[in-house]
């Protein structure tokens, strides 16, 4: 195997696992923002929108945890990795890609997503991304020829197809060669990628077999020991809000803090 399952397990639970920052994080969110999480013109509780925000967290570390992944594949088939950061582009931007490695002649630059199903203004912006951190390689690295792709990994999906293929048919750029790939046809472009390809399939269908009933839960935040680190750690003009009268953060207080006394026990942790 090139990847193990247990290190693919491992560095997965690590990336999305909550961290230290994580709770004190959420509370700053709700307390800048109680509308979202609670009200007259809200349908679920607060609990309820908490846990959506989780599980999108979630989404988004898992999405990095991939290209991190890939990034790690893409080295032991034998590939030199690059500095992701290009640098600035000609209006001061910061630009980073996804994948930028070297097989010690030619470079590849690859952009991927999880899926293509953005809409018409962000699918035109993407592109454009794209475009920019070309430029910018070809204007560093003017003897190289670059190898530069749009990935996306579930080929299920591919709204935008016809508009990213038009869009590289229409380019004419020297020593550059674009591609747009779906699902497993980037891994089946370098060497030995289909091994690789395959085995990443069988470790995602094996890891979601073996978590298809996992729950999203979030601790209680009434009692939980995380909440009650997390509300001594909030600044003082977040604490007053969340601690004041105002209607919005009363009908908060209830919603999250029912139970237990965690907000009685940081009030006079807090006074010393």
């Known amino acids: 195997m090139i990847i193990t399952y247990d290190e693919f397990y491992n560095s997965l639970t690590k990336h999305i696992q909550a961290g230290d920052d994580f709770y004190l994080t959420l509370l700053i969110t709700i307390i800048e923002q109680p509308e979202r999480y609670c009200g007259l013109f809200r349908l ?9 925000n989780i599980t999108q967290s979630r989404e988004i570390k898992f999405g990095d945890f991939i290209e991190e992944l890939a990034t790690e594949y893409i080295v032991r088939l034998g590939y030199i990795n690059f500095d992701k950061d290009l640098g600035q582009d000609e209006n001061g931007d910061e630009l980073n890609v996804d994948q930028f ?11 991927m997503k999880v899926r293509d199903d953005h809409d018409s203004t962000k699918k035109r912006g993407q592109y454009q991304n794209f475009h920019k951190k070309i430029d910018l390689i070809r204007k560093k690295y003017p003897d190289k020829h670059i190898d530069a792709s749009m990935w996306f990994m579930d080929s299920s999906l591919h709204k935008n197809k016809n508009y990213y293929f038009q869009q590289m048919k229409d380019e004419k750029l020297d020593n550059v060669t674009l591609h747009l790939y779906y699902g497993s046809q980037f891994f089946e472009s370098l060497k030995n990628g289909k091994q690789a390809w395959d085995e990443f399939i069988s470790i995602l269908i094996k890891y979601r077999q073996e978590h298809a009933n996992d729950d999203i839960t979030i601790p209680n935040f009434g009692t939980s020991e995380e ?5 001594l750690r909030l600044p003082e003009n977040l604490w007053k809000k969340l601690m004041s009268d105002k209607e919005i953060y009363c009908l908060l207080r209830k919603e999250l803090f029912s139970t237990g006394n965690n907000l009685e026990k940081a009030k006079l942790y807090r006074k010393k």
């Open 227 to 231: 909440i009650y680190k997390a509300l």
């Open 44 to 52: 679920s509780n607060a609990r309820n929108k908490l846990i959506q």
């Open 101 to 111: 490695f070297t097989d010690g002649t030619i470079l590849y630059l690859v952009e």
